[in-house]
C-alpha cells in the first residue's frame, strides 16, 4: 500500500503543480481530508503523509491566494 500511496501523491502533485491546476482539488472533502492529514502523528514519520501533508500545504496557501481575488471560490468549494 505505501507504493500505491505514493502514486496517488504524486498525480495530485502532478495535477497541482506541474499541469499548474491546484483548483482541480479545491473541494470541501479534500480539504477535510487534508485537515485529517495535517492532524495525524504520523506526519513526521510516515513518508507518504510526510508528502501528503506538503501537498495540502501548498493546496490551501494557492486556496488562499485565489481567495484573495476571486471570493466566490468559497461557494466553489461545495459545488464541484
Do not use: G
Request: charged share 20%; proline share 6%; aromatic share 12%.
Amino acid at each position: 500500500p505505501v507504493a500505491t500511496n505514493l502514486a496517488v501523491v504524486k498525480l495530485l502533485h502532478r495535477l497541482a503543480w506541474d499541469l499548474k491546476c491546484p483548483a482541480v482539488l479545491y473541494q470541501a472533502s479534500v480539504f477535510r481530508s487534508f485537515q485529517r492529514i495535517l492532524a495525524a502523528p504520523q506526519r513526521k514519520t510516515d513518508p507518504a503523509v510526510k508528502e501528503l501533508a506538503r501537498l495540502a500545504v501548498f493546496i490551501v496557501r494557492k486556496f488562499s491566494e485565489t481567495a484573495a481575488t476571486n471570493p466566490h471560490v468559497f461557494m466553489e468549494l461545495f459545488f464541484w
